[in-house]
């Protein structure tokens, strides 16, 4: 696996380098092209998110996003070596199906949107039986209204990609067996919440043009009734302890997100997310 690299070479570069090089990766600094699409991999970075974010979009070769913090270099770079070790050794995306064994697991196939409210409601009181701070199981509410208001109200599009029904207030039923799969559990570390939506219309270069605005701005407005500003994924972005976005054209949009559960709000706040991205093409694996 290539590990593409933004960082300082003194500080940060030498466990990371010997780690690599003892397993087989190579490293190489990240420019603002990589030629070869072929070489794809990871970006280990200490770069701020709009830079990172512009790497990702502009280069499809990079997959991950290993944001570095420089008060917690140590910890980071143990933590980005113990999650590319997690990857698939044959292409690099996270094996999703070991995300919960063993752990608690709950799931659901929802058909009409006005069903969300309650699931909602209810992973807000599994989250307050966890050690987390006061605020946390109302941003974990607020992560899965969001991702799941997009399944209901964004990904349904007509033939010229419009959001078919995007009043957010009206109702939405799907006619089986179509669905909106909802997931959330407790990893050990993290409360984890996942969604997958049945149509697949959403992709790489949307989210990520999504995120770069929002990230671009001083202050963000978040607007009741229709969607589609991307402000609610960069709060999703920003919460995330670890998020992953797997698109399949036409088939489905797979989000999961991993909250670090601390009753410390600082240390929640000072996180930057583990972030992949992966767009399966039908000529994929």
């Not at 003892?22 to 794809?40: C, K």
């Not at 979009?57 to 990079?62: A, E, G, L, T």
């Not at 009741?224 to 399949?248: D, T």
Request: with cysteine; glycine share 6%; charged share 25%.
């Amino acid at each position: 696996m290539v590990i593409f690299t933004k960082l300082d070479w003194i500080q940060s570069q030498p466990r990371l380098l010997s780690w690599a090089q003892s397993a087989g990766h190579e490293l190489i600094e990240a420019g603002t092209a990589i030629a070869d699409p072929s070489r794809v991999g990871v970006l280990v970075t200490r770069e701020a998110d709009m830079n990172n974010l512009g790497l990702l979009r502009h280069n499809q070769s990079i997959l991950a996003l290993l944001p570095i913090r420089d008060e917690e270099i140590e910890g980071d770079i143990e933590r980005t070596i113990k999650y590319i070790e997690r990857l698939s050794p044959e292409k690099p995306s996270v094996v999703l199906n070991n995300h919960n064994e063993g752990f608690e697991h709950f799931q659901f196939q929802i058909a009409k949107s006005e069903d969300r409210w309650k699931l909602i409601e209810q992973l807000g009181d599994y989250v307050r039986t966890k050690p987390v701070f006061e605020t946390f199981p109302d941003m974990a509410k607020t992560i899965a209204s969001e991702l799941l208001t997009n399944a209901f109200y964004n990904a349904p599009q007509d033939s010229s990609g419009r959001a078919i029904q995007p009043n957010r207030a009206d109702q939405v039923a799907f006619t089986p067996p179509r669905f909106v799969d909802f997931s959330y559990g407790d990893d050990g570390t993290h409360v984890w919440i996942r969604v997958g939506d049945p149509f697949g219309t959403f992709s790489r270069d949307k989210l990520l043009d999504h995120l770069m605005a929002c990230a671009s701005r001083d202050q963000l407005v978040v607007r009741e009734g229709v969607g589609g500003a991307g402000i609610g994924l960069f709060m999703v972005f920003r919460w995330a302890s670890e998020l992953l976005f797997v698109f399949e054209p036409g088939r489905e949009t797979f989000v999961m997100v991993k909250l670090l559960k601390t009753k410390r709000m600082r240390t929640f706040d000072s996180q930057r997310a583990i972030f992949e991205v992966i767009e399966r093409r039908k000529t994929d694996a």
